[in-house]
């Protein structure tokens, strides 16, 4: 397996664009995360799935943000309108389950700047 | 949620042993202990985890004290790849959404 792969590795927008970040996880995985991280907050949970339903968004900054699972190979994270403040790292990850013993694989990550 | 101390940074020569400390006093007795390290430019990888018995994988050893407060993960020869930080997390058996949460882990630089 390729591993947990996100697109873009790099995105550059202005304020008030919408922005959209692509995941797909490790096959087999019922699990998925979003993470975001910051020099200030390190790294964050923002949204997590278990067969593609949300189960805890309570991380997720504001309206702005929206995450969607459609099918068990795709995910995506949402920003409308973006700001300068949502600058970060934000990471997908996968797992099969969250078992304490659960190891998470994580992708490389989407640089997002926001001008 | 229990929590968890480590040091800010530490430096290691290469093909040294590295021991990364991890201070977890309030750990319940249904808690592993996970490490996890990100290198540059990467999504955080997992490395070891634990729950009474001291662990060994190819990556790395995990030494946990006797009283579960306090754990080491050990590097036995570190290398120049071995440069990140290194996260080391609590996870509750008994708490099925308890998600991995990250702290601000230990900076390991690794000298030539």
């Known amino acids: 397996d390729a591993g947990v792969i996100q697109s873009p590795r790099h995105e550059v927008t202005e304020m008030g664009q919408e922005v959209t970040l692509r995941c797909k996880p490790i096959s087999g995985h019922d699990y998925l995360f979003w993470y975001r991280q910051t020099m200030m907050r390190g790294l964050e949970l923002l949204i997590y799935f278990n067969n593609n339903v949300p189960i805890d968004d309570s991380g997720m900054p504001e309206d702005r943000f929206s995450a969607k699972m459609p099918n068990a190979s795709f995910s995506t994270l949402k920003i409308q309108p973006s700001e300068p403040r949502d600058s970060a790292v934000y990471f997908c990850a996968s797992s099969f389950s969250v078992r304490a013993n659960e190891k998470l694989f994580f992708g490389s990550g989407t640089q997002l700047s926001v001008l | 949620d229990a929590k968890t101390t480590q040091p800010n940074s530490m430096e290691s020569n290469e093909e040294e042993p590295v021991h990364l400390p991890c201070n977890h006093s309030?750990?319940?007795?249904?808690?592993?202990i996970h490490w996890y390290r990100q290198l540059p430019s990467q999504g955080p990888e997992y490395v070891i985890h634990g729950l009474t018995s001291n662990v060994n994988n190819r990556m790395a050893s995990l030494a946990i004290a006797e009283d579960r407060k306090s754990s080491t993960l050990i590097l036995h020869r570190a290398t120049l790849r071995d440069a990140a930080v290194y996260y080391c997390?609590?996870?509750?058996?008994?708490?099925?959404?308890?998600?991995?949460?990250f702290g601000g882990g230990t900076r390991l630089m690794v000298k030539p």
């Open positions: 309030t750990i319940s007795g249904t808690d592993y």
């Open positions: 997390i609590l996870r509750d058996l008994n708490n099925a959404g308890n998600m991995l949460t």
